[in-house]
């Protein structure tokens, strides 16, 4: 019994592999025809189609949304009831329909056409009725299904699916789309966060951030390490410049060294520093403190003066890993 499994399964892997290997070849002037159409569409594109076909399709619109190009799901059926009128004559329809003759697209496609609607056909008949009304065809005809029966759609369906993803990933490319474009269409996922954050977003404020003066004593500055915790205190001059950093090590140096707590923290400190800037993205702040071996640094601004501090436990509470 497991073998008859297991053979089954293998069988239909293969016959969709067969099939979908079969889809490259296929790729032409239609389908740079309808790849340029999206570029230029002025409004949406809008997916369409019935069955699994229609599943197919919110995929491919989800695709196309998340890499640059305005996409949503119409069902042909809710279109024919009013969302018909979702649809602009700037707009792209992407018709899904293996067999080309969905009764559904009697009525839809005379509606396109009254509206000056562009359609764009994805079919396995090309011959079809909507292949016929559309103005490029994207030909995902199989010579079999992978259901032995011949009837339920699954080499057809993987076509589709794929047939979708060539055209989303040629028309982002296009775009010039980036991962920082991507990621603002993701922004809670985690890349998102390494993208789009910034030093800013993240740094510790106001009374959070540690510093002290250049005069002011060994003391002193002791207790406002102690007081935030964050493992260093930022060393500013009177215009809120930082010329330097006490840490935990400058102190137990400067102890073990026979320095004096009454001395000035500027005697002490670790001059200069490693500094980030508000502005930089969050993922490269940390690949820098990763580098440098360091836990915390300063924020400054673009003059230079201190606005922020940050430690590597808040880039990992941000979700930058």
Same mark, same amino acid.
């Given at each position: 019994?497991?073998?008859?499994? *297991?053979?089954?399964?293998?069988?239909?892997?293969?016959?969709? #592999?067969?099939?979908?290997?079969?889809?490259?070849?296929?790729?032409?002037?239609?389908?740079?025809?309808?790849?340029?159409? %999206?570029? =230029?569409?002025?409004?949406?594109?809008?997916?369409?189609?019935?069955?699994?076909?229609?599943?197919?399709?919110?995929?491919?619109?989800?695709?196309?949304?998340?890499?640059?190009?305005?996409?949503?799901?119409?069902?042909?059926?809710?279109?024919?009831?009013?969302?018909?009128?979702?649809?602009?004559?700037?707009?792209?329809?992407?018709?899904?329909?293996?067999?080309?003759?969905?009764?559904? *697209?009697?009525?839809? %496609?005379?509606?396109?056409?009254?509206?000056?609607?562009? #359609?764009?056909? /994805?079919?396995?008949?090309?011959?079809?009725?909507?292949?016929?009304?559309?103005?490029?065809?994207?030909?995902?005809?199989?010579?079999?299904?992978?259901?032995?029966?011949?009837?339920?759609?699954?080499?057809?369906?993987? =076509?589709?699916?794929? /047939?979708?993803?060539?055209?989303?990933?040629?028309?982002?490319?296009?775009?010039?789309?980036?991962?920082?474009?991507?990621?603002?269409?993701?922004?809670?996922?985690?890349? +998102?966060?390494?993208?789009?954050?910034?030093?800013?977003?993240? /740094?510790?404020?106001?009374?959070?951030?540690?510093?002290?003066?250049?005069?002011?004593?060994?003391?002193?500055?002791?207790?406002?390490?102690?007081?935030?915790?964050? +493992?260093?205190?930022?060393?500013?001059?009177?215009?809120?410049?930082?010329?330097?950093?006490?840490?935990?090590?400058? *102190?137990?140096?400067? *102890?073990? +060294?026979?320095?004096?707590?009454?001395?000035?923290?500027?005697?002490?400190?670790?001059?200069?520093?490693?500094?980030?800037?508000?502005?930089?993205?969050?993922?490269?702040?940390?690949?820098? /403190?990763?580098?440098?071996?360091?836990?915390?640094?300063?924020?400054?601004?673009?003059?230079?003066?201190?606005?922020?501090? %940050?430690?590597?436990?808040?880039?990992?509470?941000?979700?930058?890993?």
């Amino acid at each position: 019994m497991s073998e008859l499994l *297991l053979n089954a399964g293998r069988q239909t892997l293969m016959l969709e #592999l067969q099939e979908a290997s079969r889809l490259a070849d296929r790729l032409g002037d239609d389908f740079v025809l309808a790849a340029r159409t %999206i570029l =230029n569409c002025a409004g949406k594109v809008i997916v369409s189609g019935m069955g699994k076909s229609g599943h197919i399709g919110k995929k491919i619109a989800a695709t196309l949304a998340s890499t640059g190009t305005p996409a949503f799901f119409v069902h042909p059926a809710e279109a024919l009831h009013g969302d018909l009128g979702m649809i602009e004559s700037r707009d792209v329809l992407l018709f899904i329909s293996y067999s080309g003759s969905a009764k559904e *697209l009697d009525l839809i %496609i005379p509606r396109l056409e009254e509206k000056s609607v562009t #359609l764009l056909a /994805m079919t396995g008949k090309p011959r079809s009725p909507l292949a016929l009304a559309a103005v490029a065809v994207l030909d995902i005809s199989v010579e079999r299904e992978a259901c032995p029966m011949h009837l339920a759609p699954t080499s057809s369906t993987v =076509n589709t699916l794929m /047939m979708g993803d060539a055209l989303a990933m040629a028309v982002m490319q296009e775009r010039g789309f980036n991962e920082e474009d991507f990621a603002r269409s993701h922004p809670a996922g985690a890349l +998102g966060a390494r993208l789009l954050n910034r030093v800013h977003h993240l /740094m510790r404020r106001d009374a959070a951030v540690p510093q002290v003066r250049l005069t002011t004593s060994v003391m002193d500055a002791m207790m406002e390490l102690s007081r935030t915790g964050l +493992g260093l205190v930022a060393v500013c001059d009177e215009d809120a410049h930082v010329k330097g950093v006490f840490t935990d090590g400058d *102190l137990r140096r400067w *102890l073990v +060294g026979g320095g004096a707590l009454t001395a000035e923290v500027s005697e002490a400190m670790t001059s200069g520093g490693i500094t980030l800037q508000a502005s930089s993205r969050a993922v490269d702040a940390k690949e820098i /403190m990763m580098k440098r071996k360091i836990n915390a640094a300063p924020v400054v601004d673009e003059q230079g003066k201190l606005t922020g501090a %940050i430690n590597l436990q808040d880039f990992y509470q941000a979700g930058i890993l």
